[in-house]
């Protein structure tokens, strides 16, 4: 079993940064894919940030120019580094590890952006 750890998250202004981690154990990450979402009340969790095996990055349109998805495989971690952020950037953001039907998700942490 794969568990994923999200520390990171936290309060801040609008116009601010913060970055969120997903430090892995149980398994070696190198060969999944990572992803990050985001859930609000009232709508269905979406895909923020992806980065594949071989470093390819894809981003939803609202934070592209803004969020920056990596990975460190000698750590084990994936990364969500978020500048400028945004009051509607709030939201709960979980982590995702996902290889083939192999799928494992993080506990999710709390991103809130004051105006």
């Known amino acids: 079993q794969v568990q994923l750890v999200e520390p990171g998250g936290g309060l801040v202004q609008a116009g601010g940064s913060l970055r969120l981690s997903c430090a892995a154990s149980?398994?070696?990450?190198?060969?999944?894919?990572i992803g990050w979402y985001r859930q609000v009340p009232g709508k269905q969790r979406e895909l923020v940030a992806y980065?594949?095996?071989?470093?390819?990055?894809n981003y939803a349109e609202s934070v592209r120019g803004r969020f920056t998805i990596s990975r460190d495989n000698a750590k084990n971690t994936g990364y969500l580094q978020m500048d400028s952020l945004k009051p509607e950037d709030t939201a709960v953001y979980y982590c995702?590890?996902?290889?083939?039907?192999?799928?494992?998700w993080g506990q999710g942490t709390q991103v809130t952006v004051s105006s």
């Open positions: 995702n590890a996902n290889l083939y039907f192999k799928s494992y």
């Open positions: 980065i594949n095996s071989e470093g390819s990055t």
């Open positions: 149980g398994s070696t990450l190198s060969r999944y894919g």
